[in-house]
């Protein structure tokens, strides 16, 4: 579990150090989530206690995804400042390969991509890079860019590499 009561944005700490957000539902239609702490977020989890005719308890997964992934399935309500989340009403998301690239960037021998849905993809000689996250860290600590949020966690990398992203793109415009 998280180390303080109502830990700020999420629930529980993995053992790689993972900060999840964990949401229990039973008949609910939407999931809120802050989008002023969701930035300390790493990985989502959304279950479903089910009670069956005879009254007896089961625990059913519903969702289980990394935050970057885990927005790509919500909406927002920029009046609330809310990511909401329907389980009942999801839509196919969008296939990477679908997706228009929104900001691209060069670093290096890197090609830093960013998604329409906000995704960060890396490729290096025309090759997709799996863990993106040490690689992104270093491009921010070479660029004066820090690694973690006002409350000292770390960015995820969708947040990192679009910091990372504006930083280069505004570097090229002073050229």
């Not at 993972?18 to 809120?32: G, Y």
């Not at 021998?109 to 863990?131: F, L, P």
């Not at 793109?169 to 002073?174: A, C, D, G, M, V």
């Amino acid at each position: 579990m998280a180390l303080e009561v109502n830990q700020r944005g999420y629930d529980v700490v993995s053992a790689e150090g993972e900060h999840i957000s964990v949401k229990t539902i039973t008949s609910t239609k939407h999931i809120r989530f802050n989008l002023n702490s969701f930035d300390q977020v790493h990985r989502v989890v959304i279950i479903r206690i089910v009670f069956d005719e005879n009254n007896e308890i089961s625990i059913e997964e519903i969702l289980d995804k990394s935050a970057d992934d885990f927005v790509a399935c919500c909406w927002v309500d920029e009046h609330r400042k809310k990511y909401i989340y329907s389980p009942y009403k999801q839509t196919r998301s969008v296939p990477l390969a679908q997706q228009k690239i929104a900001k691209q960037v060069y670093y290096d021998a890197y090609q830093i991509s960013e998604y329409e849905n906000g995704r960060i993809v890396m490729t290096k000689d025309g090759q997709e890079i799996t863990n993106i996250n040490q690689i992104l860290q270093k491009i921010a600590l070479s660029l004066g860019i820090d690694i973690f949020t006002r409350s000292r966690n770390q960015r995820t990398n969708r947040r990192l590499g679009a910091k990372i992203i504006a930083a280069i793109e505004l570097n090229n415009s002073l050229l």
